[in-house]
């Protein structure tokens, strides 16, 4: 059975494990393909697959009819706005994602965001490197407000991560659950009071038709003074490299692939499963 894998970063341990299991692996992770990657490029990567190891290009409608081999794409990541559902379950191909284990490099990334603003280390190691002895005074992180909007996997590790640091830890997200106030040590609120509190906004939502559009010309209009937006010049802006860690990309690569062989088995948790197809 011919395993193809589009993810970039795939180790060799987890490439040896497939094989180990009975697959043929073919690399394709090294063509730069993307999301937004149009079918006629990706097409001809995987058209005889018959399961994918994907990193973030695009399965639209059209493509997914043509795969007659692919019995599952697993997810290297937790996000799949960028494969249509609707055409996975018509044509019976199943989705897995590697849920639990890129929450946390995510929340670090979040918190390095964080600790960027709040002591701005750059600036005073350019001062020192222009031989500039300048203490500035910088406003920490301590006591200031980070508001989550979201309190899924992502949001509960950046709590995790936050509240040790002093900080206060509000959230927003469509069904709060009570315990998780104490739990986390955080409190619900409504989006508006949200905007209006925070010092630091994470949005740690899905891409849904719900959630797309969200952070609007009026949401950010009730943000508080000094908020940053990308067109300044002290915007921190990187790109999707949350979950670029040496440790999080071995351990996501074992999580897609064992995601693989047990769903082939009919042996896999159901909370990696996204889509239940009929194919085996």
Not at 145 to 150: A, F, N, P, Y
Not at 200 to 223: G, K, R, S, W
Not at 248 to 266: G, P, Q
Request: proline content about 3%; charged content about 20%; glycine content about 8%.
């Amino acid at each position: 059975m011919e395993v193809v894998v589009t993810t970039k970063d795939f180790c060799e341990e987890a490439k040896h494990y497939l094989e180990s299991e009975g697959f043929e692996v073919v690399l394709r992770n090294r063509l730069g393909i993307g999301a937004g990657a149009p079918d006629d490029v990706l097409y001809p990567v995987v058209e005889d697959a018959n399961a994918i190891i994907a990193g973030t290009e695009t399965y639209r409608p059209e493509l997914l009819t043509r795969l007659s081999n692919l019995k599952l794409i697993s997810r290297n990541g937790i996000g799949y706005d960028a494969i249509n559902l609707d055409a996975l379950r018509k044509e019976g191909i199943g989705l897995t994602r590697t849920k639990g284990f890129v929450e946390g490099a995510v929340a670090e990334q979040v918190m390095a965001y964080i600790l960027y603003f709040a002591r701005r280390v750059d600036l005073q190691s350019a001062d020192m490197h222009d031989h500039s002895w300048n203490s500035r005074l910088m406003p920490g992180a301590k006591n200031r407000t980070l508001g989550l909007v979201g309190f899924g996997g992502i949001g509960t590790e950046v709590a995790k991560r936050a509240v040790p640091f002093g900080m206060k830890v509000i959230y927003f997200c469509r069904h709060p659950n009570p315990a998780d106030d104490a739990a986390y040590g955080v409190q619900s609120v409504s989006m508006e009071e949200l905007l209006k509190e925070s010092d630091y906004v994470v949005a740690a939502v899905p891409l849904t038709d719900q959630t797309f559009h969200l952070f609007n010309e009026e949401c950010i209009a009730q943000m508080k003074a000094g908020s940053v937006l990308t067109r300044y010049s002290n915007a921190l802006l990187t790109p999707h490299s949350a979950t670029s860690t040496a440790e999080n990309s071995k351990a996501t690569n074992f999580a897609a692939a064992n995601n693989l062989v047990n769903y082939l088995k009919k042996d896999i948790d159901a909370k990696y499963v996204v889509v239940q197809g009929t194919r085996y």
